[in-house]
Each structure stands twice: as structure tokens, then as C-alpha cells.
């Protein structure tokens, strides 16, 4: 079953195995006029952080090939939370993650009765410890796009739905 699955799904998710990348340098010449110079500021991460995103996490969720399931990570004293806000913060810097941070389990999970590998929802699992460094960098990102993102953008975004859109599309065909 593994070699159907990966011989399917290989030339979607292997996409460039054979051959190189795309470089940055032609799509950022390309839509040069596009990208404008909205430079990111991510402060330090703490543990009280940590805690507070913690709390609004589900107990129940997977854990990684870390072993950590949120429902642990919340019972962590706040010193621990600060030794691993530390840790998130020297990943930062060095940009070296830890194996088991980048190592995600993969369950492919049938969209319907056929037997085809391509009816497969690859649905995948980090670890714990990455999801919530995800979810605090998560936070910065949301506020570092309303200072360049255009007022149209309803996406992602506090305080705008997709309904919005659909509400401006159907005024505008009234009028």
C-alpha cells in the first residue's frame, strides 16, 4: 500500500526531486511592483505566551513524533514554558529545528469508496511544540498584514468574513 500511495502522490508532494527549486529573484522581479518593502518585526517569544495560547488550545489533539500533546504542554510550570519559549527563540535565530520538530506523521484518509491513491486527503500531524510556535508566530503575521494588506483582502484577516465580499457583490448587482 505504501509504494501505491508514494507512487502517486510522489509527483504531487516531490514536485521538484528531479530538478531545482524555483528561485525567488524572477518572481520577485516579475511582481516587483506588487511587493512592497513591509519589513516583519517578531519579538521574543516568553513563556507567558506560551501559557495564554495554551489555554486556548484544545485538550484533546494529536501528538507528534515529539510525544507532546497540548493537554501536556498546558500542565508545564511557567519556568518550563520559559526554558521552551527560550528554545523556540534560539530555533529563530540559528534557523536549526530540532528533528522531531520538522519530522510530521502523514495519514492518508479516503475521500470516498474508490480504490484510487488519488482519492486520498493527506492530513498531516506536526509536532506539538511546532504547532504552538506556529500559532504565536501566527499572531504577529495577522498584525504585520494589516499594515500593507489592501482594504479588498477579506481573507484571514479580524473583523472581515468572506460574507462581506458576498454582500459587496450582491449591492453592486442591485445597483
Request: include cysteine; charge should be negative.
Amino acid at each position: 500500500m505504501d509504494e501505491v500511495l508514494n507512487t502517486a502522490w510522489d509527483p504531487i508532494l516531490r514536485k521538484y526531486k528531479d530538478g531545482p527549486e524555483p528561485e525567488y529573484e524572477p518572481f520577485r522581479d516579475r511582481f516587483r511592483d506588487h511587493i512592497g518593502p513591509h519589513r516583519m518585526e517578531a519579538g521574543t517569544i516568553t513563556g507567558e505566551e506560551l501559557r495564554i495560547l495554551l489555554r486556548k488550545k484544545p485538550k484533546k489533539s494529536a501528538s507528534g513524533v515529539d510525544g507532546w500533546r497540548m493537554a501536556e504542554l498546558r500542565e508545564l510550570p511557567l519556568p518550563l514554558l520559559n526554558a521552551l519559549a527560550d528554545v523556540m527563540n534560539l530555533v529563530e535565530a540559528t534557523g536549526d529545528w530540532p528533528a522531531s520538530m520538522t519530522t510530521a506523521l502523514v495519514s492518508m484518509v479516503p475521500k470516498d469508496e474508490s480504490q484510487d491513491p488519488l482519492h486520498t486527503r493527506p492530513i498531516t500531524v506536526t509536532s506539538a511544540v511546532y504547532r504552538l510556535w506556529a500559532c504565536r508566530r501566527l499572531a504577529d503575521i495577522v498584525l504585520w498584514q494589516e499594515e500593507w494588506i489592501e482594504e479588498g483582502q477579506k481573507g484571514f484577516r479580524p473583523g472581515h468574513r468572506i460574507e462581506d465580499v458576498l454582500m459587496e457583490i450582491g449591492l453592486e448587482m442591485e445597483e
